[in-house]
């Protein structure tokens, strides 16, 4: 069974899974040795990774950075693939084409427009870019994500987010995701409005919610996004400030090479 399917496959068994977001290929290789089903990547952790702005990476970079982790895991992995890296559904389509050909197992198309002014595509455009994208990926039976941005781009509306997954769902999508939902009411409104397996970023305003009850409201997929990323950033960025005052009792925190080696060996 190739990783398309097994990918699929977790979409339609029972239960809920956790899909982890590495950013290299050694947080790669650490989630897949501590037993998870499937990876994602990062936008923004690959950004972080190569000392650029979330968002400041080509398609080729991006791309380049997939296909070392299929490379290095034998779990299903699906990309983050932003907006498509254009604005036209052809653009769409052409990106999705090139994932397959990298052997990812899926990925995911945003209506964010990169742009400030108006950050989120017009609404038919918006759908003609996730049908282009589903087209390109069922030729391959790679699966895909379609992602409504309104809630991580600063327009909060619902009512609207609902209308654009349910048209992304009729438009082909296999995975409906809109980030940054503020509460499991939210949530729960969301899931009971659409007919496909939909996918929650785990944040901090829901990090008090268990996996029970998010399956409950009818969530099959919870991601992390950049949060690995900005962890270990934030570790780096306490422990060198220590450091820089003179202070080393964080060296007692980190975990061993030889843990460390063992992950990587794997």
């Known amino acids: 069974m190739n990783t398309?399917?097994?990918?699929?496959?977790l979409h339609t068994r029972p239960g809920i899974f956790?899909?982890?977001?590495?950013?290299?290929v050694g947080t790669a290789r650490i989630l897949t040795q501590l037993g998870f089903e499937a990876l994602a990547t990062t936008s923004g952790g690959f950004a972080f990774s190569r000392g650029r702005k979330d968002g400041g990476v080509t398609r080729e970079e991006a791309l380049q950075g997939a296909k070392d982790i299929v490379a290095c895991t034998h779990l299903p992995v699906s990309a983050d693939l932003e907006n498509g890296f254009g604005d036209t559904p052809d653009s769409c389509a052409e990106t999705i084409r090139l994932a397959a050909n990298l052997g990812l197992a899926g990925g995911s198309i945003e209506d964010y427009t990169g742009v400030s002014e108006q950050p989120i595509y017009d609404f038919a455009l918006a759908?003609?870019?996730v049908r282009a994208a589903v087209e390109a990926a069922h030729l391959s039976g790679f699966v895909?994500?379609?992602r409504a941005e309104n809630f991580l781009r600063g327009r909060p509306d619902l009512r609207e987010t609902i209308k654009r997954l349910?048209?992304?769902?009729?438009?082909?999508?296999?995975?409906?995701?809109?980030p940054a939902l503020p509460d499991l009411a939210s949530i729960e409104e969301l899931c009971r409005s659409v007919n496909r397996p939909v996918n929650v970023l785990a944040t901090a305003a829901l990090a008090h919610l268990t996996l029970d009850q998010l399956a409950t409201a009818g969530v099959k997929r919870v991601s992390v996004g950049s949060a690995l990323a900005?962890?270990?950033i934030s570790t780096l960025v306490e422990a060198a400030k220590a450091s820089r005052q003179g202070h080393f009792n964080w060296l007692t925190d980190g975990i061993s090479t030889v843990e460390i080696n063992n992950y990587m060996a794997g």
């Open 18 to 24: 956790v899909i982890p977001n590495p950013y290299d």
């Open 166 to 178: 349910q048209a992304y769902a009729e438009a082909g999508a296999d995975v409906l995701y809109a």
């Open 144 to 146: 895909l994500t379609a």
């Open 4 to 9: 398309s399917q097994r990918f699929r496959d």
């Open 230 to 232: 900005r962890v270990a």
């Open 127 to 129: 759908v003609d870019r």
